[in-house]
């Protein structure tokens, strides 16, 4: 039987009391995540969006262009529309949820948001839930420009006019990566090959992670990581490039219809493989 495919929404009218979080010389309002972490003993795949969103303090966590959620959150809305059909218990996790009010415009706000996003991560990771972080990425940066769009630019593995050529690629971090991790990757990029069905649509892969896992240091996945349900990160596609292909995020959602439906179809059959 179908348990639940909670979204942030519903979380709110469950979490009716506020906790008073104490951080610096501030006093944040958090949420009272104690019901989601409960949740977590029932979930099958939880869904990451990271970033804080457009208009919230941006630590350089907005994302590409400072505006990624615009993006990431139509296309959690609609893998998980999917996950739910296969029969699979979701749920759908942003950092501004952890936060009375949901808006994060101070240093001492941001901490405690994601210090509470931490502890639902460490439940997840506890009950063995499958932890998927859907990202779109920076596209090219030129030379001599500061990558501000994206961190860890290296031109060594890049063209040569670019300090970066953002894509598909699907990310683990090595210091967090459990035995179900890696086989998980690996069905995803060699078996499924869900990265070459978001190339059919038209997006580029990342130069060099056509056929393989880039590792890179993440918050969220050294903590994700370990789960004995797997975890990874996937950037969808370069979102500049994904812009100028399709227009608006509604369209490019509606545009990785069918890859999604693929790793949906890998996702639940992962999960079955677990039971």
């Known amino acids: ?33 104690r019901p989601v972490v409960k949740l977590m003993e029932r979930i099958d795949v939880l869904l990451v969006s990271d970033h804080t969103l457009p208009g919230h303090l941006n630590l350089s966590t907005g994302g590409a262009n400072g505006e990624e959620r615009l993006f990431i959150d139509p296309t959690l809305d609609s893998l998980n529309s999917k996950l739910l059909g296969r029969g699979l218990n979701t749920y759908i996790l942003n950092v501004e949820d952890m936060i009375a009010g949901k808006d994060i415009q101070d240093k001492d706000t941001f901490d405690a948001a994601y210090k509470q996003y931490d502890r639902v991560l460490e439940a997840a990771v506890k009950h063995g839930v499958t932890i998927v972080s859907i990202h779109y990425d920076a596209d090219k940066v030129p030379a001599g420009d500061s990558g501000k769009n994206k961190a860890n630019a290296s031109a060594a593995e890049d063209e040569e006019e670019y300090s970066y050529v953002g894509g ?18 690996d069905q995803i990029i060699h078996q499924d090959k869900i990265l070459q069905a978001l190339n059919d649509v038209g997006f580029r892969i990342r130069p060099g992670y056509a056929d393989k ?10 903590i994700a990581g370990h789960s004995e349900g797997g975890a990874f990160l996937l950037e969808i596609a370069p979102q500049d ?22 790793l949906a179809d890998t996702l639940y059959g992962f999960r079955q493989g677990l039971r």
């Open 241 to 262: 490039q994904a812009v100028r292909l399709y227009g608006s995020p509604e369209k490019i959602v509606e545009a990785i219809e069918t890859p999604m439906g693929l």
């Open 1 to 33: 039987m179908q348990l639940i495919g909670l979204k942030p929404s519903i979380f709110a009218i469950l979490a009716l009391s506020l906790l008073q979080a104490c951080t610096g010389n501030s006093r944040v309002a958090t949420a009272d995540i």
């Open 168 to 185: 598909i690629q699907l990310i683990l971090d090595e210091r967090a990566t459990s035995d179900a991790t890696r086989i998980l990757a």
């Open 213 to 222: 896992v880039r590792f890179q240091d993440n918050m969220t996945l050294n």
